[in-house]
C-alpha cells in the first residue's frame, strides 16, 4: 500500500551539501503534513523539520539557517536540503508523512526506512 522511500544520503565533508528525498507512492488520497526526523547511534529519534500542506516550515533550532525542507506536491514528494553539513548532523534520516490513503476517512502516519547521511573529513 503506501510506502515512503527516502534517497540522496551519503558520505560528504564538513561543511559540504546534501539533498535528500523521499518519495511517497501507492493507494494515496492525499498527503499533508510532512517532516524529517534523525537518529544517530545510540541517541534518541530527533525531529528535524516540518512542512504543512500549504508549504509552512518550521525547523530545529540547530539546523536553522542551514536545512530546507521543501515538497513536490505534484510529485508526491519532500526534500531536505542540507548546507553547511557538520558532523554532528551524522544521523540516519527518515521521512514521515501523514496520509490519508484512497477509500480511508483519515490520515496515518507513515516513515520510511532512512537514509544514512555521514559528515566526516
Known amino acids: 500500500q503506501v510506502q515512503l522511500v527516502e534517497s540522496g544520503g551519503g558520505l560528504v565533508q564538513p561543511g559540504g551539501s546534501l539533498r535528500l528525498s523521499c518519495a511517497a507512492s501507492?493507494?494515496?488520497?492525499?498527503?499533508?503534513?510532512m517532516r524529517w526526523y534523525r537518529q544517530a547511534p545510540g541517541k534518541q529519534r530527533e525531529w528535524v523539520a516540518t512542512i504543512s500542506s500549504g508549504g509552512s516550515t518550521s525547523y530545529v533550532e540547530s539546523v536553522k539557517g542551514r536545512f530546507t525542507i521543501s515538497r513536490d506536491n505534484a510529485k508526491n514528494t519532500l526534500y531536505l536540503r542540507m548546507n553547511s553539513l557538520k558532523p554532528e548532523d551524522t544521523a540516519v534520516y527518515y521521512c514521515n508523512a501523514d496520509i490519508i490513503p484512497l477509500g480511508r476517512p483519515s490520515s496515518y502516519g507513515y516513515w520510511g526506512q532512512g537514509t544514512q547521511v555521514t559528515v566526516s573529513s
Open positions: 501507492g493507494s494515496i488520497f492525499s498527503i499533508n503534513t
